[in-house]
């Protein structure tokens, strides 16, 4: 049974570096063409893709952040890892990271989400 | 890159009604249409993909067709616990991005 949990700080300043992690159970990075994805709905918005990574390594970036935003994966500690730079009150909202089924274009269990709020 | 517009933005219904949800793509997609159902304060849930194929689990009441430009969800008998958003959703090759339309919320009337 795959799950996953994010966590991370429930407020921070701007101008601070966001650091989200994704911690996961019931698939490997180390076999089959996992991804892992994160992504984030502001309140009362869409929601909205921000990166995603590759079970070789393959990462890719929303273009209108790319420049704010790293993604890592820890495959010892089944971890995948978001920091996202510079942030404002519009970053504020709820991040979810979620599973993309093998070989396919979608992401099919998704993790229960964090609220971040951006506030000093 | 590709946008998805979602109609209507809102939508109000009763108990055992028959819902219709549309979805259309700025250029053409085949059928690599994604649908997401999500209630209030939880995360997105996958309904349908490929357009019209049924993720494991989810009632036969949904149903999702279309190909190309335009995709429809269609709840055949609305039930209580099935008032939420729905989104659809497509990975776009160039630039590589999954974009998501901007939601329908369906509201008990």
């Known amino acids: 049974q795959i799950t996953l949990k994010e966590s991370g700080p429930a407020l921070v300043k701007p101008t601070q570096t966001l650091t989200l992690t994704c911690t996961f159970s019931?698939?490997?990075?180390?076999?089959?063409?996992?991804?892992v994805g994160w992504l984030r709905q502001p309140p009362g918005k869409a929601l909205e893709w921000l990166a995603v990574?590759?079970?070789?390594?393959?990462?890719h970036y929303s273009p209108s952040l790319q420049s704010r935003l790293t993604i890592t994966k820890d495959n010892s500690k089944s971890q995948v890892v978001l920091s996202l730079t510079n942030v404002d009150p519009v970053d504020t909202g709820s991040y979810y990271c979620?599973?993309?089924?093998?070989?396919?274009?979608?992401?099919?269990?998704w993790g229960q989400g964090t609220l971040v709020t951006v506030s000093s | 890159d590709v946008q998805l517009t979602q109609s209507p933005s809102f939508l109000s219904a009763s108990v055992g009604d028959r819902v219709t949800i549309t979805c259309r793509a700025s250029?053409?997609?085949?059928?690599?249409l994604v649908w997401y159902q999500q209630k209030a304060g939880k995360a997105p849930k996958l309904l349908i993909y490929?357009?019209?194929t049924l993720e494991s689990g989810v009632p036969s009441r949904f149903r999702g067709s279309g190909s190309g430009t335009e995709f429809t969800l269609t709840i055949s008998s609305l039930q209580p616990e099935d008032f939420a958003t729905y989104y659809c959703q497509y990975l776009n090759d160039v630039p590589y991005m999954f974009t998501f339309g901007q939601g329908t919320k369906l509201e008990i009337k």
């Open positions: 490929g357009a019209s």
């Open positions: 979620a599973h993309r089924r093998e070989k396919t274009y979608f992401f099919d269990l």
């Open positions: 250029q053409g997609i085949a059928r690599y």
């Open positions: 019931g698939f490997s990075f180390t076999r089959g063409e996992v991804a």
């Open positions: 990574i590759y079970w070789h390594g393959e990462k």
